[in-house]
């Protein structure tokens, strides 16, 4: 290159460096006139979770290279750490909320929250931080699912709706809550669906009862809702230990009969579709058309005030099945009948029964044909003209299969509440899913003795004419139960023994079953609940229903005495 090219670059160099250097000086200046309008950055943790040994980091966007940013870790409100942006979790920091504190010269102060447990940890925002005050109506929600240990690959976001759930549960001081999620989500492996629940087992201070029921009515064969332990962070506080778990709802995944509000949904998208009703009333159709169930049998609806006719190609069900039913003292949903013998039924799903007579007719001679059968001394009645056993109406194994789990468990509240049963379009009712079993298994708070059966002392209102009551006299029955003991006592076995599944819940739950039994201060607390009551009952009481199931003849004496 000449000495002229040289020169002549230099010299353009040196202007751009001047250049640059004016302007350095000119935004400095003027930022010292802004210095008062902080500017905005963006924090997040890396890693989402937190666990005892693993890095807690935090990744910075938007912020200055010089703004020399610093961080301040704090754990339930002590300093930590100051040395830099990542912070790693020991055991004392185990169910306790790490908080980290940015501090960056020119930008707003952040803080950012993350709970540090081995379980997974859901993160609920309400809308406005308020209070979920009613069971009634849901309010909108923002949530983040953090998977931990074994489900560590997961996590989910979005918006949701979240309100109170249960009856007497409800009332109690750890509240247990719905959740709707704006889409459908695999959580943590349980299936996609937008229905979730929470349930609190406030009175559960073992926190397992009702998974240990729902594991092993699922491998006994009856439809179970599947259920996973997670840390609950609702508006930033935590508030314990919660079973997320399936909502009992139709649906491949959960219970196996033809969802009819599906097919309201689908009913309004083929109307919209065929330019019937115009697109933007798609919403408003699906929830009149689930509401309002009578386009069913009589192929019409009225919208707005003018009646459409469902088009003769769009196939609709007959309306044979495709709900699930509740026997429940609360009687409190829309749809519900009592049976002769004084048994409140409720419709679970669909909701709104009530606006299909057909639908409610159905179901209610249908479930008082099977009572009828029960009943009767041949355990036979006329159903649709022909003569049937209870056994063509409802399936024997799901009955006996049933009633082993309940008794196993000696569920307080089986034939009083919470108890399901389904029908789908063609073949037979099924008992099932099992639910609620936190008032069982001997609980500090409850009343079952290990050596009497549920079945025989439970008699509280509707209780007493429960067809249990009466099928522990039908030989078929007995004679079912006993082979069904026979075939899957190892799996109250498993439940029970020294290593099964009782000590390793346990140990899975023990720092969060602590870290609840501080927080909602309770009579007995996690240890002693777990190896001084409920380990010991379930052993009782499989020697006591070993006992029991000897011989057959010795079962039908113990259930006939």
Known sequence: MSEARKRKLFMVLLFLMAGAMAVYIYISCAGGQEQQKLKEGLAYFSGGSAQPGMEVEVELLNYDWFSQPSFQWQVDGKIVSQEGPSYTPDENDLEKMITVTIQAEGYEDQTLSVFC???????????????????????????????????QQYRYEGETQIKGRGNTSWNMDKKPYKLKLENKEDLLGMGENRHWVLLANYTDISLMRNTLAFRAAEEIGLVSMETQWVELV??????????????????????PVTDLEKIAHEVAEECVRREMIGGDYLEELKEMLENDLSWLSTRTFQFYDQEYQIPADIQLPAITGGFILEIDEYFDEPSKFETAKGQPVMFHSPVNAWSNLELMDYAMYYVQAIEDAIYAENHQTQ?????????????????????????FFCNEDLGKKSVYLYKDLEGKAYMGPIWDMDWSSGGSENTQAYDQWATLTFSAGAQQYMWYKELVKDPE?????????????????????????????????????????????TDSGFTEEVTEVLKPWLHNRLQWMDEQFATLEGLTASLNP
């Open 477 to 521: 029955f007995l004679t079912r139960v006993y082979e069904l003991y026979h075939q899957y006592r190892y799996i109250f076995e498993e439940i029970t023994k020294e290593g099964g599944d009782i000590d390793q819940y346990y140990e899975y739950l023990y720092d969060s079953g602590l870290a609840n039994e501080k927080l909602w201060k």
């Open 383 to 407: 159903w649709q003209g022909v003569t049937v056993h209870y056994t063509d109406l409802i399936d024997l194994d799901s009955l006996a299969k049933y009633w082993l789990i309940s008794e």
């Open 117 to 151: 447990s081995r379980l997974p940890v859901l993160y609920v925002d309400v809308e406005d931080g308020a209070e979920v005050a009613t069971k009634k109506d849901y309010q909108n929600a923002y949530y983040v699912l953090q998977g931990a240990g074994e489900y």
């Open 234 to 255: 609702l508006n930033g506080e935590y508030v314990g230990n919660y079973q997320l778990c399936q909502q009992i709802r139709p649906g491949e995944d959960r219970v």
